[in-house]
């Protein structure tokens, strides 16, 4: 499995961005799938998550960081193996690397990561 993450760039607070996270190759086993986020001399941090599984994409159970709740969503296209996040209202701590990971278990526990997209809000 490949997860190839785009659409970081930088904005100014108050602002929308919308990452993409697409899954190729043995996609079928692909289990719940998370966005992780890191900032400049910080750990990596959990962002959100969407669950589903087997061959056919079913409907998703969805976790968030009470950091992040009410401003981002987590949401998939079926047809495109891809998971989005929606983040709306940034503001300057969102700023990060942005890595998507699949399938992800709890923690930091994943089998493959996404190389990242870089998101700056500035204020």
């Known amino acids: 499995v490949q997860l190839q993450a785009s659409g970081g760039g930088s904005v100014q607070a108050g602002s929308s961005l919308r990452l993409s996270c697409a899954a190729s190759?043995?996609?079928?086993?692909?289990?719940?799938m998370a966005w992780f986020r890191q900032a400049p001399g910080k750990e990596r941090e959990f962002v959100a998550a969407?669950?589903?599984?087997?061959?056919?994409?079913?409907?998703?159970?969805?976790l968030y960081a009470e950091s992040v709740k009410g401003r981002f969503t987590i949401f998939r296209d079926n047809s495109l193996n891809t998971v989005f996040l929606q983040m709306n209202s940034l503001k300057s701590e969102d700023t990060a690397v942005y890595f998507c990971?699949?399938?992800?278990?709890?923690?930091?526990?994943?089998?493959?990561w996404g190389q990242g997209t870089l998101v700056t809000v500035s204020s």
């Open positions: 969407i669950r589903w599984s087997g061959i056919r994409w079913s409907d998703g159970d969805t």
């Open positions: 190759g043995r996609t079928f086993n692909i289990g719940t």
């Open positions: 990971a699949a399938p992800w278990r709890g923690a930091f526990a994943a089998d493959y």
